[in-house]
């Protein structure tokens, strides 16, 4: 569960705190934690009440086969959306990395279509394919272990390297320093923060595979999981934003290194240590995906190797293409947390409880729920208008914000 939330969507926490001010960045972080926890918790019991094995059914049961067409749908297009982030993210690490190595690149070349070409698709064949075949998600333990370790030592690096950061960027003549900045970016930082906490779909392969599953235990999981999620984000996104302050970029990582430290080796290794926690995230991203793919076209869950390999040959091979042809991935992030990330993790599961509630809607088992996620629900759908917005203006922020600079400025 861990692994399936702390992808790339840390990446970019630190500049919800440039669009929308450090308060209010630390703000949506802890709702975000906050109805992350509720919504799995929300799930977890529904699943034990019913005896249900899945998101599937669960939207079944609540819904009947339209409402588990719809969450199908979205379970789909999210692990596609997300994957091919992962896959943009990774290549632009990689750009980062060698950018930083290779100082006299006159020709551009790491910043071209085929320097993504040679680095995307090997990792694709060599490394996200054989960990996208595997069913079994405990298979997956290892790399999530790894995952927290690069991301820690990443934290690490942020952390022990802002002080050196702010001291060089807090008096800079362009610097701003916001707390509140309430605008229509909100919408962009909310979606921002949404995407980061979802993991609702490695839920129920988790809960399934407990030896003794019962609501106690996954509660103990999804509490653990979420406040790891936590510490990590809040970690980066302060120490990313107070190293740079308006001129922190939307991929955290990407800086320009320090005055007698260039290259800087830490931060190029924490680069490296991002991938591999992207290679985690991949798989537990699409295993769901798969089983959700299956059942929406095939109408059964169970499926030979044959078919396995097939699906999953074709899902790397449409993600890889993507991510190299058109590397947006802010774009990505925003949709896939406004209008994916909301239906799974809020919607679905908020119409699941008061449906198969044994109460009224206006009891408080049912009523405390609407009040809390159905203005979350409002703002995520909300947030899908704005960033389309966004592609067709070509823009990366909605109206006059001469606060923000990209550090090359």
């Given at each position: 569960?861990?692994s399936?939330?702390?992808?790339?969507g840390?990446?970019?926490?630190?500049?919800?705190f440039?669009?929308?001010?450090?308060?209010?960045?630390?703000?949506?972080?802890?709702l975000?934690?906050?109805?992350?926890?509720?919504?799995?918790?929300?799930?977890?019991?529904?699943?034990?009440?019913?005896?249900?094995?899945?998101?599937?059914?669960?939207?079944?049961?609540a819904?009947g086969?339209?409402?588990?067409?719809?969450?199908q749908i979205m379970?789909?297009?999210?692990?596609?959306?997300?994957?091919?982030?992962y896959q943009?993210f990774l290549?632009?690490?990689?750009?980062?990395?060698?950018?930083?190595?290779?100082?006299d690149?006159?020709?551009?070349?790491v910043?071209?279509?085929?320097?993504?070409?040679?680095?995307?698709?090997?990792?694709?064949g060599?490394?996200l394919?054989?960990?996208?075949?595997?069913?079994?998600?405990?298979?997956?333990?290892?790399?999530?272990?790894?995952s927290v370790?690069?991301?820690?030592?990443?934290?690490?690096v942020?952390?022990?390297?802002?002080?050196?950061?702010?001291?060089e960027?807090?008096?800079?003549?362009?610097?701003?320093v916001?707390?509140?900045?309430?605008?229509?970016?909100?919408?962009?930082?909310?979606?921002?923060?949404?995407f980061?906490?979802t993991?609702?779909?490695?839920?129920?392969p988790?809960?399934?595979?407990?030896?003794k599953?019962?609501?106690?235990?996954?509660s103990?999981?999804?509490?653990?999981?979420?406040?790891?999620?936590?510490?990590?984000?809040f970690?980066?996104?302060?120490?990313g934003?107070?190293?740079m302050?308006?001129?922190?970029?939307?991929?955290v990582?990407?800086?320009?290194?320090?005055?007698?430290?260039d290259?800087?080796y830490?931060?190029?290794?924490?680069?490296?240590a991002?991938?591999?926690?992207?290679?985690?995230?991949?798989?537990?991203?699409y295993?769901?995906?798969?089983?959700?793919?299956?059942?929406?076209?095939?109408?059964?869950?169970?499926?030979?190797?044959?078919?396995?390999?097939?699906?999953?040959?074709?899902?790397?091979?449409?993600?890889c293409?993507?991510?190299?042809?058109?590397?947006?991935?802010?774009?990505?992030?925003?949709?896939?947390?406004?209008?994916?990330?909301v239906?799974?993790?809020?919607?679905?599961?908020?119409?699941?409880?008061?449906?198969?509630?044994?109460?009224?809607?206006?009891?408080?088992?049912?009523?405390?729920?609407?009040?809390?996620?159905?203005?979350?629900?409002c703002?995520?759908?909300?947030?899908?208008?704005?960033t389309?917005?966004?592609?067709?203006?070509?823009?990366?922020?909605i109206?006059?914000?001469?606060?923000?600079?990209?550090?090359?400025?």
């Amino acid at each position: 569960m861990i692994s399936s939330a702390l992808g790339g969507g840390v990446l970019s926490l630190s500049y919800v705190f440039v669009l929308s001010g450090w308060v209010i960045g630390l703000i949506l972080l802890g709702l975000g934690c906050m109805a992350g926890i509720w919504s799995n918790l929300i799930i977890a019991k529904i699943a034990i009440k019913h005896n249900l094995k899945n998101l599937d059914e669960m939207a079944f049961r609540a819904g009947g086969n339209f409402l588990r067409k719809f969450l199908q749908i979205m379970m789909v297009v999210y692990a596609t959306g997300s994957c091919t982030g992962y896959q943009i993210f990774l290549g632009n690490l990689l750009t980062y990395v060698f950018e930083q190595l290779l100082p006299d690149d006159k020709y551009h070349f790491v910043h071209s279509f085929e320097f993504r070409l040679m680095v995307n698709v090997p990792i694709a064949g060599v490394i996200l394919l054989p960990l996208s075949l595997k069913r079994d998600m405990s298979a997956l333990a290892f790399a999530g272990v790894l995952s927290v370790a690069s991301l820690t030592y990443t934290l690490l690096v942020l952390v022990v390297e802002t002080p050196f950061y702010w001291r060089e960027y807090r008096n800079a003549p362009a610097t701003v320093v916001k707390a509140f900045a309430l605008d229509w970016n909100f919408l962009t930082s909310f979606s921002l923060v949404v995407f980061a906490y979802t993991c609702q779909m490695a839920l129920m392969p988790v809960y399934s595979e407990l030896v003794k599953p019962n609501y106690q235990r996954i509660s103990k999981i999804v509490y653990r999981a979420l406040f790891v999620d936590a510490i990590f984000y809040f970690t980066i996104a302060c120490a990313g934003y107070f190293s740079m302050f308006n001129f922190t970029s939307d991929v955290v990582i990407e800086r320009p290194a320090l005055a007698g430290f260039d290259p800087d080796y830490c931060s190029l290794i924490a680069a490296v240590a991002i991938c591999v926690v992207l290679f985690a995230a991949f798989p537990s991203n699409y295993n769901p995906c798969r089983n959700q793919f299956f059942l929406l076209v095939f109408k059964e869950a169970e499926f030979s190797n044959k078919a396995n390999f097939v699906v999953t040959l074709c899902f790397i091979i449409v993600t890889c293409s993507v991510a190299v042809f058109y590397p947006n991935v802010s774009a990505v992030l925003s949709i896939l947390g406004g209008l994916c990330s909301v239906s799974i993790c809020y919607t679905v599961p908020l119409f699941a409880w008061v449906k198969l509630s044994d109460k009224p809607w206006h009891a408080w088992d049912n009523l405390a729920p609407l009040l809390f996620f159905v203005p979350l629900i409002c703002l995520g759908y909300a947030s899908v208008g704005s960033t389309v917005y966004l592609i067709a203006s070509g823009e990366k922020f909605i109206g006059d914000r001469p606060d923000i600079h990209s550090f090359d400025s």
